[in-house]
């Protein structure tokens, strides 16, 4: 299906994202000289600190169609293509030793995300969109590469609890074709780079979210509800910290 085979395109896109900077933080490990990383200095007895986070995302659902979706004469595909949306959130970091993080990022997201039915014989395609606004909490672990002339490169990993606030609002309205959950639980990766500034730290960062939880709520009277076995979440953001 075009949902596989564009999932397995953003899986390899991800990787070659993450993978460079992996190389980067051997690098600097290999390379890496404390002369003249002042503004590093400034902040390497801080045991925390906290900031803001201004994020763009861009999200999709991962589709498992049914059995009944196999049998059924009238639904050809069904696609899920990225939509845009925004965060906005505050940072807390907990140095855990010299190269470890602790961080928690209490947000909230905007989110847009669609389904598209093509039907057999129709050039007609069958959209539902559902706009969601998320309070995520996400906790994560950073590793830390060594500073190098006040950069320094990490990846990080761990996971995030989603709810959507407007889904009561959107399970009242009679003209939806399916449901899904308001609660959601993922895993997220990623990677970026530290920019350490006299009064603050500039980070931009890369992330990849993937959600374990199956978040339809299936309905056999709905025919776009009964083609779908399972649903799951799909992030991809890119975040700029700012903390100090």
């Known amino acids: 299906m075009h949902t596989t085979q564009s999932w397995n395109m953003l899986h390899l896109s991800w990787k070659k994202m993450i993978l460079p ?40 659902y991962r589709v498992s169609p049914s059995e009944r979706f196999v049998r059924n004469d009238s639904v050809k ?10 965060n ?12 470890f993080d602790f961080r928690l990022l209490p947000t909230l997201s905007f989110a847009d995300r669609k389904l598209e039915y093509d039907f057999e014989g129709s050039d ?14 996400p906790f994560l672990v950073r590793y830390k590469s060594e500073p190098y002339k006040d950069l320094r490169a990490f990846v990080i990993a761990g996971v995030k609890y989603s709810f959507d606030v407007a ?9 939806s074709l399916l449901k899904v959950a308001p609660s959601d639980f993922a895993v997220e990766v990623g990677a970026g780079v530290q920019i ?18 199956n978040i339809l709520i299936f309905d056999d009277n709905l025919i776009y509800s009964s083609v779908l076995d399972k649903l799951f979440s799909r992030t991809f953001t890119l975040s700029f910290h700012f903390e100090g």
């Open 88 to 99: 906005l959130g505050i940072v807390g970091n907990l140095k855990v030793g010299k190269y």
């Open 167 to 175: 889904s009561n609002s959107r399970t009242r309205q009679k003209d």
């Open 21 to 60: 900077v992996l190389g980067l933080m051997l690098a600097m490990n290999a390379d890496a000289q404390i002369k003249g990383t002042y503004n590093y200095l400034d902040f390497a007895n801080k045991p925390y600190y906290f900031g803001i986070t201004l994020s763009y995302n861009s999200s999709d």
């Open 196 to 213: 350490f500034f006299p009064y603050f730290i500039f980070s931009p960062e890369f992330k990849v979210s993937q959600g374990l939880s």
């Open 77 to 86: 595909t069904i696609l899920s293509p990225r939509g845009p949306g925004f």
């Open 124 to 137: 007609v395609v069958q959209r539902e969109q559902i706009e969601a606004v998320f309070i995520e909490v």
